[in-house]
């Protein structure tokens, strides 16, 4: 499993500080020093948006498509070769910076925060891929960021959500923050409908780790 002792010390630390996405520059900072790593930065796309992707072979050509939180750009870089106009953005310049590894890419990487999304955003994205992100955000501003998220969500656009899962009767955890189906819901009530909805267990080195699979839509 993963080591994300740092993870919790940074994210414990600015969150008392009133900053609670503070961290992120300062992971990757630290990282880009090698004094730390990134728990989920395994140079590959994630492996639940590919076998959605070969599952459901949405339409590309011509669409935009939204990485949110993009982290080095794996997930950008994928979308971008299976057909979409691709943008990806992360809180982070320095993660920001680290996609120059995809020299030719015609991804457009923008260095953005979730809570102040460029205007023109809203409503913009045919599909739009979220994995990692809310799970590193404290309950307390979550729903905030799932209804930014939502807004960008296109007429007829696809929402995929990947995320830790676990039950209204379970404890909260640690980061990553495992979410409920009822915190998701505030997808639903932020104007999407529900497409596809899957409740799985998968192996993160030798841990079982349950998730949900969800994707979205906006009506024409």
Not at 45 to 51: F, I, K, R
Not at 61 to 87: E, H, P
Not at 157 to 166: I, K, N, P, Q, S
Request: aromatic share 10%.
């Amino acid at each position: 499993m993963p080591d994300r002792s740092r993870v919790r010390e940074l994210s414990a630390e600015y969150t008392r500080k009133g900053g609670p996405t503070g961290w992120f520059d300062r992971l990757y900072q630290e990282a880009a020093e090698g004094k730390t790593h990134i728990p989920w930065d395994d140079r590959a796309p994630n492996p639940h948006l590919v076998s959605f992707m070969n599952r459901h072979a949405p339409h590309a050509d011509g669409k935009r498509a939204l990485v949110i939180g993009c982290g080095l750009g794996d997930d950008a870089q994928y979308l971008q070769d299976a057909g979409f106009s691709t943008t990806a953005f992360d809180i982070s310049p320095t993660a920001i910076a680290a996609a120059v590894r995809f020299p030719h890419s015609r991804v457009t990487f923008v260095a953005a925060a979730l809570f102040q999304p460029p205007v023109a955003w809203t409503r913009d994205f045919h599909f739009i891929f979220e994995a990692n992100t809310l799970q590193a955000l404290p309950a307390a501003i979550r729903s905030e960021a799932i209804e930014k998220i939502a807004a960008s969500v296109a007429p007829g656009g696809t929402l995929l959500v990947v995320a830790r899962a676990r039950d209204e009767s379970d404890p909260p955890g640690e980061i990553p923050w495992p979410l409920t189906r009822s915190e998701l819901d505030t997808f639903k009530a932020a104007g999407l409908l529900e497409s596809t909805f899957e409740d799985f267990h998968d192996s993160e080195d030798s841990s079982s780790v349950r998730r949900f699979r969800i994707s979205y839509t906006r009506a024409k």
